[in-house]
């Protein structure tokens, strides 16, 4: 059983910084894409980050490119999403998610991923 589970939410201010992680279990880890999306109350869920199953390739939504990071550590299941320069509008529950192919590009299309965590709370104050 695919099991996804993120850590690392909270509450902080404009302009602060927060590493979010994701540990994934019952799949191959390093065989997978990997994402970071979010959702706002009353907003759909969009993609914000995601990363090949190497590390190599990695692909931000425009909203939050130069600000964010996407790392992973196959050795340890893990995938990390650095958040840097905080705004409100990052306000949003963030859910980490594992790409549905094997060894494939990836994609910032929440459908595109088939097992996600039940997300985590990031909250900036302004």
């Known amino acids: 059983q695919v099991q996804v589970m993120e850590s690392g939410g909270g509450l902080v201010q404009a302009g602060d910084s927060l590493t979010l992680s994701c540990t994934a279990s019952?799949?191959?880890?390093?065989?997978?894409?990997m994402g970071w999306f979010r959702q706002a109350p009353g907003k759909e869920r969009e993609g914000v980050s995601c990363?090949?199953?190497?590390?190599?390739?990695?692909y931000h939504a425009d909203s939050v490119k130069g600000r964010f990071a996407i790392s992973r550590d196959n050795a340890k299941n893990t995938l990390y999403l650095e958040m840097s320069s905080l705004k409100p509008e990052d306000t949003a529950t963030y859910y980490c998610?594992?790409?549905?192919?094997?060894?494939?590009?990836?994609?910032?299309?929440?459908?595109?991923?088939?097992?996600w965590g039940q997300g985590t709370q990031v909250t900036v104050s302004s």
């Open positions: 998610a594992a790409y549905r192919g094997f060894r494939t590009l990836p994609s910032l299309v929440p459908a595109d991923y088939n097992y």
């Open positions: 019952g799949l191959r880890f390093d065989g997978y894409a």
């Open positions: 990363i090949n199953w190497s590390g190599r390739i990695t």
